[in-house]
């Protein structure tokens, strides 16, 4: 089973997806997530939307009208259907976590979910096949990953600031957010980055379709980083 877990307080911004499939049950239940017996179920069975009848498919707590009324940070996702799968979810995580006593770290992002899965025996879950997260840049910024988690340099993708890590999934940095996708595997994630757009107003697009270069740090307006943020400048990004 997939253990909810961080190697850094801001580590990339899988965790957003994590934490929504896989968090606190107090995160669960303020979802709907929770299950009867204490796991967390953040899937719902719905043979409608599969061919397959074990298929279960997430249940969101945002419309696709909240996400574009959404006026806090800018909004990237693929579209109301992607690789012929429907967005099945649209996650919306404000929370602050307890990592661990005197130390709290802030949740605030916006997961998109395609597509449903089947979920093993013996697991509490399963990933949707492609999920996109957003999440303003104060709360993931770009270079505080340990070199540890990170695969490979950061790299220019439709103009914004990338970067790969070990488990798989892509982070990339544009305006003031981060924007990190997961998918079955490289190839389909470096396919789903370059499916990105718009969807609510703050979010913008340069010549050619090309994502904004990341906003300096300097310039947000980001509240100070907790003990379990201030990382050791030696593992971050040069």
């Not at 770290?105 to 399963?126: A, H, K, P, Q």
């Amino acid at each position: 089973m997939l253990t909810r877990h961080r190697l850094l307080a801001v580590l990339s911004i899988a965790l957003i997806a994590v934490a929504a499939m896989y968090g606190s049950r107090a995160l669960a239940e303020s979802l709907g997530l929770a299950g009867d017996e204490g796991q967390h179920y953040p899937l719902t069975s719905d043979p409608a939307q599969s061919s397959d009848p074990r298929a279960v498919v997430p249940r969101g707590n945002w419309s696709l009208a909240d996400a574009q009324d959404f006026d806090g940070f800018p909004l990237f996702w693929v579209g109301e259907e992607y690789a012929g799968l429907p967005l099945t979810a649209i996650i919306r995580s404000d929370y602050v976590s307890y990592e661990r006593p005197g130390i709290q770290v802030r949740e605030d992002s916006v997961t998109f979910l395609y597509g449903s899965c089947v979920i093993e025996g013996g697991e509490g879950g399963c990933a949707a096949p492609f999920q996109v997260a957003v999440a303003s840049t104060c709360q993931s910024p770009p270079g505080l990953a340990a070199a540890m988690v990170r695969s490979g340099e950061p790299f220019q993708l439709r103009g914004a600031l990338a970067q790969e890590y070990t488990d798989g999934h892509i982070e990339l940095s544009t305006q003031d957010v981060s924007v990190t996708v997961f998918g079955p595997d490289p190839e389909s994630m470096r396919a789903l980055a370059g499916a990105l757009r718009p969807l609510n107003p703050l979010a913008r697009l340069g010549p050619g379709d090309a994502l904004q270069p990341p906003q300096p740090l300097q310039q947000l307006n980001c509240p100070p980083l907790s003990p379990a943020e201030a990382l050791d400048s030696s593992s971050r990004i040069p």
